[in-house]
C-alpha cells in the first residue's frame, strides 16, 4: 500500500480521524494543566573502609581520603536495607513521604552512593533528601552494631556531594502528555483502516453474488507516472531506511522522553509496523505462508514480558522503574516490527535478497568508521549531535585498552560494534561466494568480508574473538577442501597481518584470555562479582522477574551477561523464552540447510545457523539487547530466517509435485504419405 492510499483512506475517514485526534490533544492539554511540576533533589555519599583492613597512608585528618575500597556488597545490602518496607514505615515517620531511590553512581569505580528524592514540593524535596542521607548512615550503623562488627573495622559513610537544590523534571509528564496523544492517534488510525477493510470485504462479496454486472465504458489507457506518495511501499524499502538510520545515527542518540529505545530507528520501525497493520487490514497484503515459526517465538518472549510487567505492577517499585517497564513494552514492540515486517511482510524472495545484501554493504561500512576510529584514537560518533535527540549512555567517550583505542563507530558501545559485527560476517561470506555474484570484481563481493573479520580483533575484546571464532568454526568445516585449507591459510596469514601492522595487538588479545582463564582479570573478576549479587533478586522473584527493562544500572549494577538480566528482570520465564529465541533462529538455519536445492542456499542456511550460534554464546559475555543496534540486526535476522525458510520450502514443494504428464510424440499414430 502506498502513502497516497493510506492517505486517501484516512481522508474518507475523516469522522475516525478527527474525533480521536481532538479527544487526544484535548486530554493531552488536561494533563500539561493539571499534572504538576515534579523536582527532584541528589545527594552523593561514598562508603569509607574501615582503617584497620585498608592500611592506607595518613589521611592527615581527611576522612574522604579513604574512600576507594571496593565495598560493593556493603553498598548493595545498604541499598536493600533502604528499599524494605520497615525503612518505607520509619522514613515516612521522619516525613519523607515522596518517591526515593538508593543506587552506585554512574560509571563509578568506588561505592559511590547517589541518593534522590522526587517530589512536587521543592522545599520539601530538599528536606527529605537531607533526612534520607541521614538515615542512610544511620542504617549502614546499625546494620554492623546487629553483626557485632568492632568498631575498628567499621566502614562508615561520608556525603561527598550535600543535597542538591531540587529540579524540575518534566520529563515524565510530556512522556503522559505524549502516551495520550499517541494512543489517540493511534487508535484513530488503526479503526479507519479496520473499516475500511470491512469496506473493501464487502465489496468483494456484493460483486461475487452480482449475476449481471453493469457493463462498464472502456476507457483509453492512460499511462501515468506515479509521483513518490502514489509508489507501492514494500518491506524492503522500509527496513532499508531502518538499517540505515540504526547504522549512521549513533545508537546512543534518542527522543528524550523515549529513553534508550528511542532511537530514530526504532520509531521509524514503529511507524513500519502500523504500516503493515494498515495494508493488512486494508486488504492489500496477507502474511506470507510458512513464516509463523519466528512470530511464535516472539509471542514466547511476549508472553515472559508481559508477565515481567504485571510482576513490576505488583510490587512496590520506583518511579524509574515503572518507568524502565514501559520502555521495556516499547522496545520489545520494536523487536516484533522487525520480526513481522521481514517475516510476514516479505512476499518476494528477490526483494529479501536486495534488503541482505544492503545488510551487509552498509555494515561494511560501519566497519570501515570502526577502522578510523581505531587508528585515528577517535570516536567519530562523538561528533554527531542531532537536534531534538540526545544521548541515552553516559560516558560514550573513546575507550582504551593497554596502548590501543577501542573502536566503537556509531554504536554505544565497542562491546555493541563487536557482537554486531559478529552476527553479519557470516552473511558477508557468504554473499562473497554466491554464483550470481561471481561477475563482480573481487574487491567488491570480498570488501565487505575483509572490512568486517578485520574490524573485530580491533575491539579488543573477547567478545569479538570468540563470535569470529564460531562463525569459523560453524562455516569452514562445511566447505569442500580446496575452500577450506584456503580459508585457513588466509586467517593464518591474516595473524601475521595483524603482528605486523599493529604491534602488540594479538599479544594483548591473547593475554585477555590468559588472565580469563586464571582469573586475573579486574574485569572477570568484577563479573564474577555480580553473578552472585544478582542471586538475592532472583531468589525474590523467581519465576516472573522484577519487569522487563526496570534492572538498570543507574539504579542496581551493570550485569555484562544477558542471561543474568534475563533472569533478574524476567525470571525463569524469560530466560526460557530468550533461549527459545536463539534456538529459533539455530533451528531455522539447519532447516533451510537441509531442504536447500542449491549450493548458495546451503551456506545460506549455514550462515543463518552461524548467525545466531554467535549471539547465542556472545549474550553471555554483555547485555546484548541492552543495545538497540545488536538487538534490532538480530532481530531483523531472525525473522529474514524464517523468510528464507518459507520461500525454500515451497521451492522444495514446487519441484516434488509432479507435473502433467506428456505422452511422448512416438505413442501417437504418425501420418503415412500415400504413394
Request: hydrophobic share 50%; net charge positive; glycine share 8%.
Amino acid at each position: 500500500m502506498s502513502l497516497g492510499e493510506i492517505w486517501a483512506i484516512l481522508r474518507r475517514r475523516w469522522y475516525f480521524m478527527v474525533p480521536f485526534t481532538l479527544l487526544s490533544l484535548l486530554g493531552g492539554s488536561y494533563l500539561y494543566v493539571t499534572v504538576p511540576v515534579s523536582y527532584q533533589s541528589q545527594s552523593s555519599v561514598a562508603l569509607l573502609d574501615s582503617s584497620a583492613v585498608a592500611r592506607l597512608a595518613p589521611t592527615f585528618g581527611n576522612p574522604i581520603s579513604n574512600a576507594g575500597g571496593s565495598l560493593i556488597v556493603t553498598a548493595d545490602g545498604l541499598f536493600r536495607t533502604l528499599e524494605k518496607s520497615d525503612a518505607t514505615k520509619e522514613l515516612r515517620g521522619r516525613g519523607v513521604t515522596d518517591p526515593y531511590t538508593a543506587g552506585f553512581a554512574p560509571q563509578s569505580d568506588s561505592p559511590l552512593l547517589v541518593l534522590s528524592v522526587t517530589g512536587n514540593d521543592r522545599d520539601k524535596v530538599l528536606k527529605e533528601t537531607r533526612t534520607l542521607t541521614t538515615f542512610a548512615g544511620e542504617q549502614l550503623n546499625a546494620l554492623q552494631a546487629a553483626a557485632k562488627v568492632p568498631p575498628a573495622y567499621l566502614v562508615q559513610t561520608a556525603p561527598i556531594v550535600l543535597p542538591q537544590t531540587p529540579v524540575a523534571k518534566s520529563k515524565s509528564r510530556y512522556q503522559d502528555i505524549a502516551a495520550v496523544v499517541i494512543l489517540g492517534v493511534v487508535s484513530a488510525f488503526l479503526l479507519s483502516i479496520l473499516m475500511e477493510g470491512v469496506a473493501v470485504v464487502r465489496r468483494r462479496r456484493r460483486s461475487a453474488t452480482d449475476a449481471a454486472p453493469r457493463p462498464r465504458k472502456a476507457r483509453a489507457p492512460q499511462r501515468v507516472r506515479p509521483g513518490p506518495p502514489s509508489r507501492r511501499v514494500d518491506a524492503t524499502a522500509i527496513l532499508t531506511v531502518y538499517v540505515v538510520l540504526a547504522f549512521f545515527i549513533p545508537s546512543n542518540l534518542a527522543l528524550p522522553a523515549l529513553g534508550g529505545v528511542g532511537t530514530p530507528a526504532n520509531v521509524f520501525a514503529l511507524l513500519g509496523l502500523l504500516w503493515y497493520l494498515a495494508t493488512w487490514l486494508g486488504g492489500r497484503i496477507l502474511p506470507a505462508p510458512g513464516t509463523r515459526l519466528a512470530r511464535v517465538a516472539m509471542c514466547v518472549l511476549g508472553a515472559a514480558v508481559l508477565a515481567a510487567y504485571v510482576a513490576d505492577a505488583m510490587r512496590e517499585s520506583s518511579h524509574q522503574e515503572v518507568l524502565g517497564a514501559d520502555r521495556g513494552l516499547i522496545g520489545f514492540l520494536v523487536w516484533v516490527s522487525l520480526v513481522v515486517l521481514t517475516s510476514a511482510a516479505m512476499q518476494d524472495r528477490g526483494r529479501l535478497d536486495v534488503l541482505m545484501r544492503r545488510v551487509v554493504v552498509l555494515g561494511s561500512v560501519v566497519a570501515a568508521i570502526g577502522f578510523y576510529d581505531f587508528f585515528a584514537a577517535t570516536n567519530i560518533a562523538d561528533s554527531v549531535h542531532i537536534p531534538g535527540l540526545q544521548t541515552s549512555v553516559a560516558q560514550v567517550s573513546a575507550m582504551d585498552r593497554g596502548a590501543f583505542t577501542r573502536p566503537r563507530a556509531t554504536t554505544a558501545q565497542p562491546l555493541e560494534f563487536a557482537g554486531m559485527l559478529a552476527i553479519l560476517l557470516p552473511f558477508a561470506v557468504q554473499q562473497a561466494f554466491d554464483p550470481v555474484r561471481r561477475h563482480l570484481p573481487v574487491l567488491r563481493r570480498w570488501g565487505p568480508v575483509l572490512l568486517m573479520a578485520g574490524a573485530l580483533p580491533l575491539t579488543v575484546s573477547r567478545t569479538s574473538i570468540i563470535g569470529l571464532l564460531l562463525a569459523a568454526l560453524v562455516m569452514v568445516p562445511r566447505w569442500k577442501p580446496a575452500r577450506r585449507w584456503a580459508a585457513i591459510g588466509v586467517m593464518t596469514a591474516s595473524v601475521a597481518f595483524f603482528k605486523v601492522l599493529v604491534p602488540g595487538l594479538i599479544g594483548t588479545i591473547t593475554g585477555l584470555f590468559a588472565s580469563f582463564v586464571s582469573n586475573s582479570d579486574s574485569s572477570t573478576q568484577a563479573r564474577t562479582v555480580k553473578y552472585s549479587a544478582i542471586v538475592p533478586y532472583l531468589k525474590e522473584h523467581p519465576l516472573f522477574g522484577r519487569g522487563f527493562g526496570t534492572f538498570t544500572p543507574d539504579l542496581y549494577f551493570f550485569t555484562d551477561n544477558q542471561y543474568m538480566l534475563a533472569l533478574a528482570e524476567m525470571g525463569v520465564a524469560g530466560l526460557l523464552a530468550l533461549l527459545t529465541l536463539f534456538i529459533t533462529g539455530i533451528h531455522q538455519g539447519g532447516a533451510i540447510r537441509r531442504l536447500a536445492r542449491t549450493e548458495s542456499d546451503r551456506e545460506l542456511g549455514q550462515a543463518f545457523f552461524a548467525s545466531s550460534l554467535v549471539a547465542l554464546v556472545i549474550s553471555a559475555t554483555f547485555d546484548s539487547l541492552s543495545f538497540p543496534m545488536f538487538a534490532g540486526m538480530f532481530f531483523l535476522m531472525l525473522g529474514a530466517g524464517a523468510a528464507y525458510l518459507a520461500f525454500i520450502r515451497r521451492e522444495a514443494m514446487t519441484e516434488a509435485v509432479p507435473g502433467p504428464r506428456r505422452t511422448p510424440e512416438a505413442e501417437f499414430p504418425q501420418p503415412v504419405e500415400s504413394r
